[in-house]
């Protein structure tokens, strides 16, 4: 049989490794299917696999929203599809978080993964390439690490993995006609050469490359280096970065040998470069890859980490017939053009952060502070009396809903797989917050009469005000799509609509252009921040009532406009979000 009659089941296909070695399966030939829970991942990611190989053999990829956790989600997927082999990158895998948070790990990685094992078994699929982790060898007495060496992970997080290879061991020698492939990998880094897919952890990034390139585009202010008194050459830890192309391309060379092998077993195998770089030599690198000078800081030993981990890749050299082409300058090039065109990841903000600060001087005379600031914000802050939040300290609340992708985090909306109403109180809060404020701008409409010689501002005063009326209106549309995502959440048991990004604009934007590549995203940059530079007029111009008459009509316009293209956006979205779920 075939490679292009084999069907591949990819657990967290969705992710960095993941999705990386999809493109490399679907190019081989393979149909792949991936069940993902996008708990540290985004449909965008699957959506730009499918722009990569082309309409021909993205008809050979399906996408399943699943957790290994729920076992009716395999059952149901199983049941479907006759798969022939499991390549499983499913699971949680930073060391510092494991550390902190043990009992999520083990409830993760464990159970999910002997879930998979007896789902497998029921459906008699009995090959699976299992993504294990160059932390089960813990401080390794001696490096390079040889597959053989003694096993004594150091952290949670490699007890998991180091537990799971002993279970697939014993299932494999309990059940001979099992064959697994363990894979050790050391540090993926890197991306796809088209800058199209890359990491996009959500939240702040556990590991260093992600770290880096984020510092680089701005979205963090320095680069904490935890351990500088390590003994290596310039104090600071050694790992073997391998680029996550070779280790797409390791996978489909593991996937080969359980289809052209037999009697197994379950076996290990090294992947990595087998030479080690400093995280010090490896920020010089993305330095030169990048131009970007990194600020670092010298921060303390985190618990768990090893000094000096590289290995040994003879065994997978010769047996898997794979080794690793790229090195450390074509690691940080591909890093900095995955960076360099999506400064944000997969969450698509409306306003990047030069824009922010250049709208923030605009209005305001002040740079923005953090750039979960936005025209929204700005705008209502601006105007004294319009919004009865806008008393309110910046510092203390945030009345608007913010793109940026930290706003609403894996952590403060989905801590699991199973939302609760308690999970979404917030956005009833803000709900009402933006309702109020909706309802003081319907009050700009009437001049008011309560004070003859202090009235409040109104569109027959000041017809700039309009604009503020508009953004009321955009802020209120998606606290009520929040809610509604919320509830439809609940009422799934689980995630229906998913985050493809913080921000109800850039959602819609996002469903809307995605398939069909309009100019919408840049158009609506383009007309919000116009009119709101155009249309808003100063603290003191208020006060004063000497608010700019010029440009009015233009301003009003822009608003309209801007509105006008939200409308179109929604009812796209909408359409092709029926369309997705089955509606």
């Known amino acids: 049989?075939?490679?292009?009659?084999?069907?591949?089941?990819?657990?967290?296909?969705?992710?960095?490794?993941?999705?990386?070695?999809?493109?490399?399966?679907?190019?081989?030939?393979?149909?792949?299917?991936?069940?993902?829970?996008?708990?540290?991942?985004?449909?965008?990611?699957?959506?730009?696999?499918?722009?990569?190989?082309?309409?021909?053999?993205?008809?050979?990829?399906?996408?399943?929203?699943?957790?290994?956790?729920?076992?009716?989600?395999?059952?149901?997927?199983?049941?479907?599809?006759?798969?022939?082999?499991?390549?499983?990158?499913?699971?949680?895998?930073?060391?510092?978080?494991?550390?902190?948070?043990?009992?999520?790990?083990?409830?993760?990685?464990?159970?999910?993964?002997?879930?998979?094992?007896?789902?497998?078994?029921?459906?008699?699929?009995?090959?699976?390439?299992?993504?294990?982790?160059?932390?089960?060898?813990?401080?390794?007495?001696k490096i390079p690490c040889v597959e053989d060496f003694e096993l004594k992970a150091m952290n949670p997080y490699g007890r998991t993995k180091l537990f799971l290879e002993e279970i697939a061991r014993d299932i494999q020698k309990a059940e001979p006609d099992w064959s697994i492939i363990l894979l050790r990998y050391f540090n993926p880094v890197g991306a796809h050469e088209s800058g199209k897919i890359g990491e996009d952890p959500k939240g702040i990034p556990n590991n260093l490359m992600p770290y880096i390139q984020q510092v680089a585009v701005g979205r963090l202010p320095e680069l904490n280096i935890y351990g500088h008194d390590y003994p290596t050459k310039d104090g600071s830890a050694v790992r073997d970065y391998i680029h996550v192309m070779d280790l797409a391309d390791g996978h489909i060379a593991a996937v080969r040998k359980l289809f052209s092998s037999e009697n197994i077993g379950c076996i290990a195998y090294n992947l990595g470069t087998g030479s080690g770089t400093s995280v010090l030599e490896m920020v010089a690198a993305f330095e030169k890859a990048s131009g970007k000078k990194i600020p670092i800081k010298l921060c303390p030993r985190r618990p768990g980490d090893a000094t000096a981990v590289y290995a040994s890749t003879e065994k997978a050299q010769k047996e898997l017939g794979w080794k690793a082409k790229y090195g450390i300058a074509e690691m940080c090039r591909d890093q900095w053009k995955w960076a360099s065109n999506n400064p944000w990841g997969y969450q698509i903000s409306i306003f990047t952060k030069v824009q922010l600060k250049e709208t923030s001087r605009i209005l305001v005379d002040e740079p923005v502070k953090d750039e979960r600031e936005h025209v929204l914000a700005i705008g209502f802050r601006i105007m004294p009396g319009v919004s009865p939040v806008a008393s309110i300290s910046q510092s203390q609340h945030q009345p608007f809903p913010t793109p940026s992708p930290f706003s609403f985090s894996v952590a403060s909306t989905r801590w699991s797989s199973r939302p609760s109403i308690h999970r979404h109180s917030n956005l009833f809060l803000r709900f009402l917050v933006l309702l109020f404020s909706f309802i003081s701008a319907l009050t700009l409409v009437t001049p008011s009469t309560n004070n003859k010689h202090h009235p409040s501002?109104?569109?027959?005063?000041?017809?700039?005000?309009?604009?503020?009326?508009?953004?009321?209106?955009?802020?209120?549309?998606?606290?009520?799509?929040?809610?509604?995502?919320?509830?439809?959440?609940?009422?799934?048991?689980?995630?229906?609509?998913?985050?493809?990004?913080?921000?109800?604009?850039?959602?819609?934007?996002?469903?809307?252009?995605?398939?069909?590549?309009?100019?919408?995203?840049?158009?609506?940059?383009?007309?919000?921040?116009?009119?709101?530079s155009a249309a808003v007029p100063t603290v003191g111009q208020v006060e004063r009532?000497?608010?700019?008459?010029?440009?009015?009509?233009?301003?009003?316009?822009?608003?309209?406009?801007?509105?006008?293209v939200m409308a179109i956006c929604a009812i796209l979205s909408g359409y092709k979000l029926c369309k997705r779920i089955g509606w």
């Open 457 to 532: 501002p109104s569109f027959t005063d000041y017809p700039e005000l309009i604009y503020c009326f508009i953004v009321a209106i955009i802020a209120l549309v998606y606290t009520a799509f929040q809610l509604f995502k919320g509830i439809s959440d609940i009422a799934h048991r689980g995630i229906l609509i998913s985050d493809l990004t913080s921000d109800y604009l850039s959602f819609v934007l996002d469903q809307a252009t995605n398939s069909w590549g309009c100019p919408g995203k840049q158009l609506l940059v383009y007309l919000l921040v116009s009119s709101a």
């Open 545 to 564: 009532g000497t608010a700019l008459r010029k440009g009015t009509i233009v301003s009003t316009s822009m608003a309209f406009a801007t509105f006008l």
């Open 1 to 141: 049989m075939g490679s292009s009659e084999k069907t591949i089941l990819v657990t967290g296909g969705a992710g960095f490794i993941g999705t990386h070695t999809v493109v490399q399966l679907l190019n081989d030939g393979y149909r792949a299917s991936i069940i993902d829970n996008l708990d540290n991942s985004a449909i965008e990611a699957v959506h730009r696999v499918k722009d990569l190989v082309g309409p021909e053999l993205s008809q050979k990829l399906d996408f399943n929203l699943g957790d290994l956790r729920n076992r009716d989600d395999l059952e149901k997927l199983f049941s479907k599809t006759k798969f022939d082999a499991v390549i499983h990158f499913a699971g949680l895998k930073a060391v510092a978080e494991s550390v902190g948070n043990p009992r999520r790990y083990f409830d993760n990685n464990l159970i999910g993964t002997i879930n998979l094992f007896e789902v497998m078994a029921k459906y008699n699929c009995k090959k699976m390439v299992f993504s294990s982790s160059a932390t089960v060898y813990g401080q390794p007495e």
